[in-house]
Each structure stands twice: as C-alpha cells, then as structure tokens.
C-alpha cells in the first residue's frame, strides 16, 4: 500500500495564488521529498525536509513537517503557469534506506 | 554536464516477449535505482543498485531483475511480459550510497504491452 497519500487530487488556482499540497504518511520516516513532474515525464527534486526539521524554505517553496501528525505540507507562492505540473511526495523510511515511497500525488494547474 | 540519459524513449512490445531497458547515470553517481509509474499513479520502487551490488529491492515479480555495470550504468530486465507491464519506466542515480536523499531522474522509457 501506499505509504503516502496526498490532498488535494487536483488543484486549480490563478496566476498569482498560491498553492497548497499535503502529504500523509503511516511509518516513522528519515526524511521527505517533494519532487514535481512535467508531463509523465522525469521528476525533478524540488527540497527535502529531515524528520528532526519542522520547516524549509527554498525560493517560492516553504515545506513544513509535523511528524506527531505524520503529515507535511507543500506552498508554493505567488504561483506562475510553468508551476503547471504534478506534485509528489516522496518518504524514506526510517531504517529502509535505499528506496522512495511515493504518494499519489497532486496535480496543479496554474491559469494564466 | 549530461543528466541521466534513458534509452529508448518509448517501445512497444507484445505479451510474453522480453524487453530490456538502460539507464547511463549522472557522471560520478554510483548509484541507480529503478521506478514502475502506471498512469495516474506515483513512482514504485523496483531497485537500487550502489557499486553493481543490489542493495533494495521492491515488491515486483522474479521477471523483473536489474544489473549494474562497472561504468555505473544498469539494465532493467522484464520478461513474459503481461499488459500490466505497461508504464513508465524511470531510473534515477544518486551519490549517495542509500540513494535517500536528493535523487535526480531520468525521462524514462514508456513501455507499452499489447
């Protein structure tokens, strides 16, 4: 079974909006990732937040974590049409280094 | 400097065939790993390979296997293939030895059974 689920399915916002995602998990983790996707294609790593951290910041992109309640959210702000793509969150599970464990994830469209 | 390069982009194949799949990683990253992403759905893990020795594998059947070179690039082996094969393939190599951490992707290859 999945070991992260993600909220909302999809999202619809304007140029401008921001835009939030979140990210469940079940196990205790290492760390979490965010990674976004263009069209089915490759994944690119967008940050990376330890289960000792509670918050991250890298450009428009603000992570936080709350390991009591197993969950992270993704912000994007002031958000473009290029941020168009699908958003995943992605586990390492602690001791079971060596393998990702990817939600489902969100798919955001961004009108311009 | 050149990502990870996939090849092929897409290929087609029949049930019951064999298909093999190749990944060259980023320059100076030793480790590979493998994903199965059926559409609509996120990436699974299939393997990790670090210094050709397999370190994880996932829950997929014995006709998948995988096998890393002394160059650090991998093949992907799937035989009898079954329609529900069909997905995208994505390999992505990391420095890490545990690839946990901040892991960069290639474009896959779209496999398509019919």
């Known amino acids: 079974s999945q070991q992260g689920e993600e909220d909302p399915q999809a999202l619809s916002i304007q140029e401008g909006e921001n835009a939030t995602m979140n990210c469940s998990y079940k196990?205790?983790?290492?760390?979490l990732q965010w990674y976004r996707q263009n069209s089915g294609r490759g994944l690119v790593h967008l940050i990376l937040i330890r289960s000792n951290e509670r918050e991250k910041h890298s450009g428009r992109l603000r992570v936080t974590l709350d390991t009591s309640k197993k969950s992270s959210s993704l912000l994007i702000t002031a958000s473009r049409a290029a941020d168009t793509a699908s958003y995943f969150c992605?586990?390492?599970?602690?001791?079971?280094?060596?393998?990702?464990?990817f939600g489902q994830g969100t798919e955001l469209s961004v009108k311009p | 400097d050149a990502g990870v390069t996939q090849s092929p982009t897409h290929l087609i194949k029949t049930r019951g065939q064999h298909v093999t799949l190749r990944c060259s990683p980023i320059?100076?990253?030793?480790?590979v790993s493998w994903y199965q992403q059926v559409l609509g759905q996120g990436p699974q893990f299939i393997f990790q390979?670090?210094?050709?020795?397999?370190?994880g594998r996932g829950n997929f059947p014995d006709r998948f296997s995988a096998r890393q070179f002394p160059n650090y690039s991998s093949e992907l082996n799937v035989n009898a293939l079954l329609l529900g094969d069909s997905a995208l393939y994505l390999c992505?190599?990391?420095?890490?030895?545990?690839?946990?951490?901040?892991?960069?992707f290639g474009s896959g290859t779209q496999l398509s059974v019919l």
């Open positions: 320059s100076g990253h030793k480790s």
């Open positions: 390979y670090y210094e050709k020795e397999e370190r």
């Open positions: 992505a190599s990391s420095s890490a030895a545990w690839a946990n951490e901040k892991l960069f």
């Open positions: 196990t205790s983790i290492n760390n």
């Open positions: 992605a586990t390492v599970i602690y001791n079971q280094g060596g393998k990702l464990i």
